[in-house]
């Protein structure tokens, strides 16, 4: 059994910001308990959510509420960056997830660059910034697209110290959740159903700034922007990969690609910007299992390198990603479209 999800990205010309929805289907993940953190940060990352109607007026609304603020307290106990991330959760009657989030204005792979050397903090960091090239001029393309553009989320360019805010009043991000396809809380173990934390934690990876420009594409965009998470996808040790090619090999790797953290999706059917499903369920799969759990563990490493700051710096350690609890009928999480408003 598969469940598709599209997306759609226009432009506000209101705002000159572009707004994307990403429909993800997600599968299930753990909690993690962040302990013995040591360099605390005088002051966290903040996401503040607000609960539509569909969900207060749910006769399980205490239970979902309570299942979203532990997922969004895993990141604000994770990170130090000291913004405040809104987001709206609502409830929607078909497949698993939604989001739809604002984009900032296209900067320079230029500004982005010096961001990230400002805000750099962890070896992760290091690591990140030594595998991109130095931009020799204020518009130096980016070493993926014949373009000197980056796109990123409304959260993203503010936990940078660029444009960020949302001129429309509205949330940075919306989150829909079809909760009746979920088990609601941890404590519940239907093996057919999906987990409500981790769509959650899935949603809130994209809001916050994962995701690729590759998505809702059927051919490679050869000069467009680039999303951060795009700079960093190689095929080899010092060779990058940008393509929507079913056959081609793409990880994320924080090192010119001499380590593979994560395969990533090349599915046309998915998001480009997903991990490809493996031996351990990861919470950004593109794809799968009902009946699983696992943590957001290389997601927390991708928000890190693109410019968040964890709460202890230096090398930080992957949280423990759990496998399969159970097999299920497979889960197809996502695939973006985009059209012109």
């Known amino acids: 059994m598969f469940t598709r999800l599209g997306s759609v990205e226009f432009l506000d010309t209101s705002m000159h910001m572009r707004l994307r929805a990403v ?30 109607s569909s969900i207060t007026n749910d006769p399980n609304a205490a239970t979902i509420e309570s299942t979203i603020n532990t997922a969004i307290g895993t990141y604000e106990a994770y990170f130090a960056t000291p ?3 809104s987001i709206k959760f609502k409830e929607m009657g078909s497949g698993l997830g939604m989001s739809e989030t604002y984009y900032a204005p296209p900067i320079t792979y230029s500004q982005y660059y010096h961001a990230l050397a400002t805000h750099a903090t962890t070896t992760n960091d290091a690591m990140a910034l030594a595998s991109l090239p ?35 009043g509205s949330p940075d991000g919306t989150v829909l959740l079809n909760t009746s396809t979920m088990n609601l809380s941890r404590a519940s173990t239907n093996s057919s159903k999906y987990d409500l934390q981790t769509v959650v934690y899935h949603e809130i990876n994209e809001v916050l700034g994962l ?28 060779t990058r990969s940008y393509t929507v090619s079913s056959t081609a090999t793409s990880y994320f790797s924080i090192n010119s690609g001499v380590t593979n953290l994560s395969n990533f999706n090349q599915n046309p059917s998915a998001d480009f910007g997903d991990w490809a499903t493996g031996a351990h369920t990861q919470v950004q799969d593109a794809f799968l299992f009902n009946g699983t ?49």
């Open 293 to 341: 759990q696992a943590n957001p563990s290389v997601s927390f490493t991708a928000l890190d390198v693109l410019g968040y700051t964890p709460v202890v710096t230096g090398a930080i350690p992957e949280p423990a990603t759990l496998g399969l609890l159970g097999v299920g009928a497979l889960c197809l999480l996502g695939r973006r479209r985009r059209r012109a408003a």
């Open 211 to 238: 995701g690729s420009s590759l998505d809702g594409n059927t051919t490679t965009p050869t000069t467009s922007p680039v999303n951060p998470e795009d700079l960093f996808r190689y095929s080899a040790a010092n």
């Open 23 to 52: 429909r993800s289907v997600v599968g299930v993940a753990a909690a993690i308990g962040i302990l013995g953190m040591a360099g605390v940060a005088s002051a966290n990352l903040v996401i503040t959510p607000t609960f539509g």
């Open 83 to 85: 913004i405040n991330v």
């Open 134 to 168: 130095v931009p020799l001029t204020a518009n130096s393309n980016n070493p993926v697209t014949a373009s000197s553009g980056i796109n990123m989320t409304l959260p993203l360019a503010r936990a940078l110290g660029l444009n960020g805010t949302n001129f429309s």
